[in-house]
């Protein structure tokens, strides 16, 4: 069983930070991509930023510059840092991490329950 939670949401002024933090435990190995996503109601959920084990991060468009994603290989964690916040977003972040297979080309896609962000005055 894999279990993977997020931490650090939170109710926070415009211009201010806030950092998420998510950790994946239980049964997981070959850990390959770990991002955040994010959702707001009536909307799809986009995504914020990705780390993969090899090559480059990549970040949504509306977050280059303020976010920045960092993980740690020994711990299975992935944090978020995020930097002058916007009321735009408010939203719920969800962590993902993806593990490879022993089968080439199958992959596993896992997801914490979500935590908050709201920002506010």
């Known amino acids: 069983q894999v279990q993977v939670v997020e931490s650090g949401g939170g109710l926070v002024q415009p211009g201010g930070s806030l950092r998420l933090s998510c950790a994946a435990s239980?049964?997981?190995?070959?850990?390959?991509?770990m991002g955040w996503y994010r959702q707001t109601p009536g909307k799809q959920r986009e995504l914020v930023a990705l780390i993969p084990s090899e090559g480059n991060t990549r970040y949504g468009d509306s977050v280059k510059g303020r976010f920045t994603i960092s993980r740690d290989n020994a711990k299975n964690t992935v944090d978020l840092q995020m930097n002058s916040l916007k009321p735009e977003d408010t939203a719920v972040y969800y962590c993902?991490?993806?593990?490879?297979?022993?089968?080439?080309?199958?992959?596993?896609?896992?997801w914490g329950q979500g935590t908050q962000v709201t920002v506010s005055s």
């Open positions: 239980g049964s997981i190995f070959n850990i390959d991509v």
């Open positions: 993902n991490v993806q593990s490879r297979a022993a089968v080439p080309g199958v992959r596993y896609d896992y």
